[in-house]
């Protein structure tokens, strides 16, 4: 019923700056709380950030003050800007709720948007 896109994803230099969006199609309210995933070559699927309906934002250790999460509800859209970008940024990114960390979310993954940070 809801289809996840992620796009803006690139090849950046290490310190360099993008920004993603992920908009939602389909029918479907804008859950209570979004987020952004990644997944490194090797490694689990990791929670990124998060943002509620209302703005509360909450981010993991590896990407604090250097990412940004935003959304606009009535867009349906879910953004990320990265800033000082590190090569350990390297994965593959991915939107969905942030339910979907605990298993709790109906929706499938989307295609993800390839980030790759490198001199």
């Known amino acids: 019923q809801v289809q996840l896109v992620e796009s803006g994803g690139g090849l950046v230099r290490p310190g360099g700056s993008l920004r993603l969006s992920c908009t939602l199609s389909?029918?479907?309210?804008?859950?209570?709380?979004m987020a952004w995933y990644r997944q490194a070559p090797g490694n689990q699927r990791d929670l990124v950030a998060s943002?509620?309906?209302?703005?509360?934002?909450n981010y993991a250790d590896a990407v604090k003050g250097r990412f940004t999460i935003s959304r606009d509800n009535a867009k349906k859209t879910l953004y990320l800007q990265m800033n000082s970008l590190k090569p350990e940024d390297t994965a593959v990114y991915y939107c969905n709720s942030e339910y979907k960390a605990y298993g709790a979310s109906p929706w499938d993954w989307g295609q993800g948007t390839q980030v790759t940070v490198s001199s």
């Open positions: 389909g029918r479907s309210f804008s859950p209570y709380a």
């Open positions: 943002i509620t309906r209302d703005g509360n934002t």
